[in-house]
């Protein structure tokens, strides 16, 4: 009997060891959909930062082109001169 006992405890123990690991995995899994959850929104933050820096990176692209096309045309423009 009291052999049954003891092994009733230990098995209540492990039990209690068990369900104690279980519900910190519970919490970490919370806190870890939380962590996500705020990734998700950085990364949505992130994509438009990328899709605005690219916008500014293509009108710059433009502008570079126009000055070098006028920087050629003023270029030329001197060249005739001076050959006058």
Known sequence: MDETKAMLNAILENQQMT?????AMQMDI?????????????????????????????RQDRILESLALRS???????REMRRV
Not at 30 to 58: A, N, P, R, W, Y
Not at 72 to 78: G, M
């Open 19 to 23: 369900n104690a690991k279980l519900e």
């Open 30 to 58: 919370h806190h870890m959909k939380g962590d996500i959850v705020k990734l998700q929104q950085d990364m949505t933050i992130v994509k438009q930062d990328i899709s605005d820096i690219k916008s500014g990176q293509e």
């Open 72 to 78: 050629l045309e003023q270029e030329a423009i001197l």
